[in-house]
């Protein structure tokens, strides 16, 4: 799925207005799955208070059983749902900024 020696964009997103919604993972703008086969139960529109937890990238909470072996860059947190659109075109700007835009000579506006 990700590639070693690369940059990736890897993405989740979750609606939690939708009480049957599940988190979907994303790897450069393309839907990998959901957490369904991660869950023991379905989603039920409660999450639990986390203002006294500690949010961490690249390790789990308490402990060095997780830790990720790589670089992490530009760790975003947003209240937005980004579509799959958003996210590939997010990637598509990163990954290859001259392959993405191209610029012409300036034009005369007069």
Do not use: C, K
Not at 35 to 55: C, I, V
């Amino acid at each position: 799925m990700i590639g070693l020696g690369g940059w990736h964009l890897v993405a989740v997103t979750y609606d939690s207005s939708n009480g049957n919604a599940e988190p979907m993972f994303y790897v450069d703008g393309v839907r990998v799955g959901s957490s369904h086969y991660l869950l023991t139960s379905d989603p039920t529109n409660n999450p639990e208070d986390d203002g006294p937890q500690t949010l961490l990238f690249g390790n789990a909470s308490g402990g060095t059983t997780r830790t990720f072996d790589g670089l992490i860059d530009e760790v975003r947190v947003s209240t937005t749902i980004r579509s799959p659109q958003w996210l590939a075109t997010t990637h598509a700007s990163q990954s290859d900024p001259a392959g993405f835009i191209g610029v012409g000579p300036e034009e005369d506006t007069r």
